[in-house]
C-alpha cells in the first residue's frame, strides 16, 4: 500500500495519540488485568490478523517456527505485564518502565543478536538506569488493589520483554513472516488468561466495549498506522514523534480520573525520556 509523505505523517502522529489512551481504558474497565489482557488479545488477535491480511494479502502467513514463537512468547508476556503494572500502580510508572527496554538491548545484544554495543552507548545505558531508579523513591503506595511496587517490578519485566520483542524481530529480518508472531502472542494470552476472562461478567456490554475499544482502536489502530507509515518517514521523524505517547499517557488518567504521577516519576521519567530522544537523534544523524 503506497502512501504520500504527508499521510504518513498523519499516521505516524496518530499512533502514539492511540497507544497513549491504553491506561485510561485499562483503568476505566472494572475487571482483573488478567482478564482485560485475555479479552483484548482475543478480539485484538482477530482484528490484527484481519488487517495483516489486508496490507499484505500476499505476504501474511503465519511463521511457525521456533524463533517466530519465541517473539509470540515475549510479545504476549510484554502485553499481560503491561496490564498488570497499570493496574498496580500509575499509568506514569507503567509506561515510562517499557521505555526502559534500550537497557537490556545494550546488555544482551551481544548475546541475542551478537552485536556489540557502542562504548559511547553505555554512558546512555548509565543514565536511564539512574532515571529507572529514581521511580523507586517515590512514596510507594499499597491501598486496595494498587500496589507500587509490585507495579514497578512488572513494568521492569515489560521493558525487558518488549526488549527482547525488538531483538528477536530484527534477528529474523526478512525470513518468514515476524508480524505473526505478534498475532500468535495475542491468541497466545487469550489461552493462558481463559479462567480470569471467564470469571468476569463478559456480556456486560459497556465494560466489552471498553476492552474491544482497547483492543481495535487504542492498540491495533495504533499499530496498524505505524507499520504503514514507517517506511514513507525518516528514521529521525519515526524516534520523534512517537515519544510524545509517555507525555500523553499519564495526561489522560490524570485529566479524566485525576492520578498524579510522583515526584520521582516526573523527574527519573524525564530523564529517561530524553536520554532515548538523544539517543535517536545521534542514530538517525548517522544514518
Known amino acids: ?3 504520500s509523505k504527508r499521510t504518513s505523517l498523519i499516521f505516524l502522529i ?3 495519540i492511540f497507544w497513549s489512551t491504553s491506561s485510561l481504558l485499562i483503568k476505566t474497565v472494572t475487571w482483573n ?6 479479552w483484548r488479545s482475543l478480539i485484538s488477535g482477530f482484528f490484527l490478523w484481519f488487517c495483516f491480511r489486508w496490507i499484505y494479502p500476499r505476504k501474511f502467513k503465519f511463521d511457525w517456527s521456533w524463533r517466530n514463537l519465541l517473539v509470540a512468547v515475549f510479545y504476549s508476556a510484554f502485553g499481560t505485564l503491561f496490564f498488570v503494572s497499570v493496574k498496580l500502580t500509575t499509568a506514569a510508572n507503567a509506561i515510562l518502565m517499557q521505555y526502559t527496554s534500550p537497557i537490556y538491548v545494550a546488555i544482551l545484544a551481544p548475546l541475542v543478536l551478537r552485536e556489540k554495543t557502542p562504548k559511547g552507548d553505555w554512558g546512555f545505558v548509565a543514565v536511564m538506569v539512574v532515571g529507572m531508579s529514581m521511580f523507586f523513591l517515590n512514596d510507594l503506595k499499597v491501598d486496595g488493589e494498587r500496589n507500587d511496587l509490585l507495579g514497578l517490578l512488572a513494568g521492569v519485566g515489560v521493558g525487558f520483554c518488549w526488549a527482547m520483542v525488538i531483538m528477536l ?3 529474523q529480518g526478512a525470513d518468514g513472516m ?4 505478534l498475532v500468535l502472542g495475542t491468541f497466545m494470552t487469550a489461552i493462558y488468561c481463559s479462567p480470569a476472562m471467564l470469571s468476569v461478567d463478559f456480556l456486560d ?8 475499544a482497547l483492543a481495535t482502536v487504542s492498540l491495533g489502530l495504533g499499530y496498524i498506522f505505524y507499520l504503514l507509515a514507517i517506511n514513507r518517514v525518516t528514521a529521525l521523524e519515526a524516534a520523534l514523534i512517537p515519544a510524545v505517547e509517555p507525555l500523553l499517557n499519564p495526561s489522560w488518567t490524570f485529566v479524566f480520573l ?7 516519576t516526573v523527574i527519573g521519567g524525564t530523564l529517561v525520556l530524553a536520554t532515548v530522544l538523544v539517543r535517536a537523534v545521534l542514530a538517525a544523524r548517522q544514518e
Not at 178 to 181: A, E, F, K, N, Q
Open 169 to 171: 524481530l530484527k534477528k
Open 33 to 38: 488485568s488478567w482478564a482485560i489482557a485475555g
Open 1 to 3: 500500500m503506497a502512501l
Open 205 to 212: 456490554l459497556s465494560q466489552m466495549g471498553y476492552v474491544a
Open 258 to 264: 485525576g492520578e498524579v504521577p510522583g515526584r520521582w
Open 178 to 181: 515476524p508480524l505473526s508472531g
Open 14 to 16: 496518530l499512533a502514539p
